[in-house]
């Protein structure tokens, strides 16, 4: 079945930008979406992009989807502790009707 | 709109007992998924509700799981009876028109099972 793989772990210094991995499975996807989750709190949408398009930069953060080697990344510029956080990669398709994987997350620590 | 709610945030009971899960999702919102995340196993999706009927509960784990959708407001998660291993968050999240679009996530319930 479908699936979708991130590095389970990133360390960071405050300011330098981090970069965190995803691949997935699915040749259909038409959401990809990178999700945020703080401690102690649900997962919250960060952003997305549509399958159709390479990059989309929404002030600090910019997402690049290789999609013909099925590779989605985002890119956090001058990253702060705020953004010390789980990141879950997530791809949707509508393939035998629309459902949403999740990658495992990646676990961003930021040192000061 | 409040989000989606669930209740209670935190639940400590004993090997063997019923525990319950509740959800409210965002009015409005078509489906409904319950998720369990753990250190081991990261996030995983149990079951998923579209107007209050399940669609997929292939990541149910086993019988003593079950969960329920009696109207559009209000969705359950059962264990019956809980062991030590079902010990994780559990979140509730709705999306709007497909099971594609955004997900809205609850805050979660904490289950620790003794």
């Known amino acids: 079945g479908e699936d979708v793989e991130q590095s389970l772990f990133l360390s960071v210094r405050e300011g330098d930008s981090s970069v965190i991995n995803c691949t997935y499975t699915?040749?259909?996807?038409?959401?990809l979406y990178w999700y945020k989750q703080e401690p102690g709190a649900g997962l919250q949408l960060l952003t997305y992009?549509?399958?159709?398009?390479d990059m989309k930069q929404d002030q600090r953060l910019t997402v690049l989807l290789n999609k013909k080697d099925k590779h989605l990344s985002l890119r956090i510029a001058d990253t702060q502790t705020g953004d010390s956080a789980i990141y879950f990669c997530?791809?949707?398709?509508?393939?035998?009707?629309?459902?949403?994987?999740f990658g495992a997350g990646t676990r961003l620590f930021v040192k000061a | 709109d409040a989000g989606v709610i669930q209740s209670p945030r935190h639940e400590v009971t004993e090997m063997g007992q019923e525990v319950t899960l509740r959800c409210k999702p965002i009015?409005?919102?078509?489906?409904l998924f319950w998720y369990r995340q753990t250190m081991m196993r990261g996030l995983e999706l149990l079951i998923y509700?579209?107007?209050?009927?399940?669609?997929?509960d292939s990541g149910m784990p086993e019988d003593r799981f079950s969960a329920k959708m009696p109207n559009a407001s209000f969705s359950t998660l059962k264990i019956q009876p809980s062991e030590p291993r079902d010990s994780a968050v559990y979140f509730c999240?709705?999306?709007?028109?497909?099971?594609?679009?955004?997900?809205?996530f609850g805050p979660g319930t904490r289950l620790t099972v003794l």
């Open positions: 999240a709705s999306s709007l028109v497909t099971a594609g679009d955004e997900q809205f």
């Open positions: 699915d040749s259909s996807s038409t959401y």
């Open positions: 992009i549509f399958s159709n398009m």
């Open positions: 997530a791809e949707s398709s509508n393939t035998g009707g629309f459902k949403t994987i």
């Open positions: 009015s409005g919102h078509d489906y």
């Open positions: 509700f579209n107007n209050n009927v399940p669609i997929d």
